[in-house]
T-cell receptor, first 110, second 112 residues
Framework: AQSVTQPDIHITVSEGASLELRCNYSYGATPYLFWYVQSPGQGLQLLLK??????LVQGIKGFEAEFKRSQSSFNLRKPSVHWSDAAEYFCAVRDDKIIFGKGTRLHILP | GAGVSQSPRYKVAKRGQDVALRCDPISGHVSLFWYQQALGQGPEFLTYFQNEAQLDKSGLPSDRFFAERPEGSVSTLKIQRTQQEDSAVYLCASRSAVDTQYFGPGTRLTVL
């Protein structure tokens, strides 16, 4: 069955530091992959998506993600985080419906 | 243009009451999805419409949950005889034929 695993429930980084959020997926065919961000009380905002082509995908707010088929991974990265990046991040795979991971909550230290 | 809208944004119900949650998708979007997000969890799929046809309702947790989209636009998710475990944020998303799903702000349901 299709699934998404986000191994880190919480991540804390200092403002200005680099960030990597891990995501592993299980999917039989070529996956459509997404990263969404959800701030408290807010809806889900799409950061970036991978459908095909270049395996390094650029998104909004300075985020990028790399699709690695051999590792079944789609990790999210940002070179320098800002306090406003504190939020919940969801990795997801699309199988018509979207299957979400359980999320990683990002905390930013000043 | 306008995004996906949902109403009400917040709903408090007494256990046993029926509730109806509304979703207005992006105009022209063929597909509409409902998800349930429990506190501290990722959203989980409930049901999916393509136009007015409900193609997948495998995620509905019980027969107390019912969704409709009679004219292929606005959708309503109805929960009968609400239980405390129904407390969650209910998210609606719409999608054009092959594009990304766009999510609404959600309806937070609290069952007392």
């Amino acid at each position: 069955a299709q699934s998404v695993t986000q191994p880190d429930i919480h991540i804390t980084v200092s403002e200005g530091a680099s960030l990597e959020l891990r995501c592993n997926y299980s999917y039989g065919a070529t996956p459509y992959l997404f990263w969404y961000v959800q701030s408290p009380g807010q809806g889900l905002q799409l950061l970036l998506k991978y459908f095909s082509g270049d395996t390094l995908v650029q998104g909004i707010k300075g985020f990028e993600a790399e699709f690695k088929r051999s590792q079944s991974s789609f990790n999210l990265r940002k070179p320098s985080v800002h306090w406003s990046d504190a939020a919940e991040y969801f990795c997801a795979v699309r199988d018509d419906k979207i299957i979400f991971g359980k999320g990683t909550r990002l905390h930013i230290l000043p | 243009g306008a995004g996906v809208s949902q109403s009400p944004r917040y709903k408090v119900a007494k256990r046993g009451q029926d509730v109806a949650l509304r979703c207005d998708p992006i105009s022209g979007h063929v597909s509409l999805f409902w998800y349930q997000q429990a506190l501290g969890q990722g959203p989980e799929f409930l049901t999916y419409f393509q136009n007015e046809a409900q193609l997948d309702k495998s995620g509905l947790p019980s027969d107390r949950f019912f969704a409709e989209r009679p004219e292929g636009s606005v959708s309503t998710l109805k929960i009968q005889r609400t239980q405390q475990e129904d407390s969650a944020v209910y998210l609606c998303a719409s999608r054009s034929a092959v594009d990304t799903q766009y999510f609404g702000p959600g309806t937070r349901l609290t069952v007392l």
